[in-house]
Nanobody, 130 residues
Framework: QVQLVESGGGSVQSGGSLTLSCAASGYTYSSYYMGWFRQGPGKEREGVAAIDSDGSTTYADSVKGRFTISQDNAKNTLYLQMNSLKPEDTAMYYC????????????????????????WGQGTQVTVTS
């Protein structure tokens, strides 16, 4: 059974840092794009960051320079290091995976979000207080 399990969310003051983790199981991890998406209160879901099997990364403009996506293929684990957090980063953060080739590129996946083959985690809450 394909499964993504996030951890590492919590509450932090503005300017602080958090690292999210996503443990993947049940599929061939290396043949997927991996990514992070978020949905804030009263907002639509947005793509945050994505990484392909070669390690190439892409980020939403709102998090560039502050967030870093990475993966440990040996551990089948995806990470999101979040620095200089702002109150507007408050959201439920979702880990996701999609087979490479479903979208033209990870950038397109961040923009389009969904396809029947996308696997979603259950989400982890991040709250940034001012």
């Amino acid at each position: 059974q394909v499964q993504l399990v996030e951890s590492g969310g919590g509450s932090v003051q503005s300017g602080g840092s958090l690292t999210l983790s996503c443990a993947a199981s049940g599929y061939t991890y290396s043949s997927y794009y991996m990514g992070w998406f978020r949905q804030g209160p009263g907002k639509e879901r947005e793509g945050v960051a994505a990484i392909d099997s070669d390690g190439s990364t892409t980020y939403a403009d709102s998090v560039k320079g502050r967030f870093t996506i990475s993966q440990d293929n040996a551990k089948n684990t995806l990470y999101l290091q979040m620095n200089s957090l702002k109150p507007e980063d408050t959201a439920m953060y979702y880990c996701a995976a999609v087979p490479e080739g479903t979208f033209l590129s990870p950038e397109w996946w961040l923009l389009l979000h969904s396809a029947p083959s996308v696997i979603w985690g259950q989400g982890t809450q991040v709250t940034v207080t001012s």
